[in-house]
Nanobody
Framework: VQLQASGGGLVQAGGSLRLSCAAS????????MGWYRQAPGKERELVAT???????GYANSVKGRFTISRDIAKSTWSLQMNTLKAEDTAVYYC??????????????WGQGTQVTVSS
């Protein structure tokens, strides 16, 4: 199983970006999908999650600004980021909890994608 993240970039404060993640490989079911971020000198932190049933969760710092969504049929999920702030600058990672075709459950990470918000 592999996760491929895309969509990072440079944006001015107040702007928007959309990140996407695509899972591929021997996937039976994706249980939960999410996004984390890691700013320089800081620990990786949870940004948003979404379950296969559509239940979402957000870090307090992004509530009302970020929206996570998923397309189960395509094994993809996205993070719409609006009203970006300088403190949102970080490397963003997608992750997923997946049962593969052997019914083995595991956690997977995508490669990071840089989001830089200029003030």
């Amino acid at each position: 199983v592999q996760l491929q993240a895309s969509g990072g970039g440079l944006v001015q404060a107040g702007g928007s970006l959309r990140l996407s993640c695509a899972a591929s490989g021997s996937i039976f079911v994706i249980n939960t999908m999410g996004w984390y971020r890691q700013a320089p000198g800081k620990e990786r932190e949870l940004v948003a999650t979404i379950t296969s049933g559509g239940r979402t969760g957000y870090a307090n710092s992004v509530k009302g600004r970020f929206t996570i969504s998923r397309d189960i049929a395509k094994s993809t999920w996205s993070l719409q980021m609006n009203t970006l702030k300088a403190e949102d600058t970080a490397v963003y990672y997608c992750d997923a909890d997946i049962h593969d075709l052997r019914s083995i459950r595991g956690g997977y990470w995508g490669q990071g994608t840089q989001v830089t918000v200029s003030s």
